[in-house]
């Protein structure tokens, strides 16, 4: 069995460039998004518990 070899440098950057878009990506824009839509289904719920 042959040891592994190193990671050359390139690949660690690009793998650590892509974390960080994806972690923007999912933090930034689709948490909000997700409070948005959760906040308007739970006012559409007040809303019809009103209305009875």
């Known amino acids: 069995m042959k040891p592994k ?3 050359p440098l390139w690949r660690w950057l690009l ?3 892509a974390l960080v878009v994806a ?3 999912f933090y930034g824009i689709f948490t909000p998004f997700w409070f948005a839509l959760r906040s308007a289904a739970w006012v ?3 809303r ?3 209305r009875r």
């Open 5 to 7: 070899t190193r990671v």
């Open 23 to 25: 972690l923007v990506v």
């Open 48 to 50: 019809s518990r009103r």
């Open 44 to 46: 559409a719920e007040y």
């Open 15 to 17: 793998w650590m460039t």
